[in-house]
Nanobody, 117 residues
Framework: QVQLVESGGGLVQAGGSLRLSCAAS????????MGWYRQAPGKQRELVAI???????VYADSVKGRFTISRDNFKNTVSLQMNSLNPEDTAVYYC???????????WGQGTQVTVSS
């Protein structure tokens, strides 16, 4: 089992920046994809950005050019640099990982990001 612990998030004005970080612990040897999802009030959870073990990123169209995902396979961490934030980015952000050879996935507890206009 893998535990994901997020840090970062908070309140920022529109146009500002925040950085989210996530550290994995436990059965880390099978970790495959790592990344971030978010869920705004009344909406479904959606993909923000994910990254393969080889460093290939995938971004939601809504964040392309503004958010940057990075990953450290040695430290088992994944980060999300969020720039040019707007109120539509307000959501709970969840760290995510899946595992080689299985359909299982792990989620962090979530961290709130609030962007004021």
């Amino acid at each position: 089992q893998v535990q994901l612990v997020e840090s970062g998030g908070g309140l920022v004005q529109a146009g500002g920046s925040l950085r989210l970080s996530c550290a994995a612990s436990g059965d880390i040897f099978r970790i495959n994809i790592m990344g971030w999802y978010r869920q705004a009030p009344g909406k479904q959870r959606e993909l923000v950005a994910i990254m393969s073990p080889g460093g290939i990123p995938v971004y939601a169209d809504s964040v392309k050019g503004r958010f940057t995902i990075s990953r450290d396979n040695f430290k088992n961490t994944v980060s999300l640099q969020m720039n040019s934030l707007n109120p539509e980015d307000t959501a709970v952000y969840y760290c995510y990982s899946n595992f080689m050879g299985t359909l299982r996935a792990s989620w962090g507890q979530g961290t709130q990001v609030t962007v004021s206009s």
